[in-house]
């Protein structure tokens, strides 16, 4: 079974920019149809970008479009959120997320979570 631990969370300043690892440990890491979510206070978990497999095509929730990239790594069984010109509506816990078969836009799909991280925003 695979798992997913993400580290880079933190505070930052509107403006400012941060880098969310997501290293998973486990098997065939490289099957899994990863994405970025975040969950903040009293709100439901939204996907922030998604990517595929070995192509690594991917997704971005409109809000993230422009200023945060999803990338991954096969080699290193990581995949990366660089988040730039955060703002404060930016704060969130941030997890990652895995799934097989299929990309998904939708975060209740995914079906292997890590803890999360925060990240927080001040103006």
């Known amino acids: 079974q695979i798992q997913f631990l993400e580290s880079g969370g933190g505070s930052v300043q509107a403006g400012g920019s941060l880098t969310l690892s997501c290293v998973a440990s486990?098997?065939?890491?490289?099957?899994?149809?990863m994405a970025w979510v975040r969950q903040a206070p009293g709100r439901e978990r939204e996907i922030v970008a998604t990517?595929?497999?070995?192509?690594?095509?991917?997704f971005y929730a409109d809000f993230a479009k422009g200023r945060f990239t999803i990338s991954r790594d096969n080699a290193k069984n990581i995949v990366y959120l660089k988040m730039d010109h955060l703002k404060p509506d930016d704060t969130a816990v941030y997890y990652c997320?895995?799934?097989?078969?299929?990309?998904?836009?939708?975060?209740?799909?995914?079906?292997?979570w890590g803890q999360g991280t925060q990240v927080t925003v001040s103006s």
């Open positions: 486990g098997r065939a890491f490289s099957t899994y149809y």
């Open positions: 997320a895995g799934r097989k078969f299929a990309s998904r836009r939708v975060a209740s799909d995914y079906t292997e």
């Open positions: 990517i595929t497999t070995v192509s690594g095509s991917t």
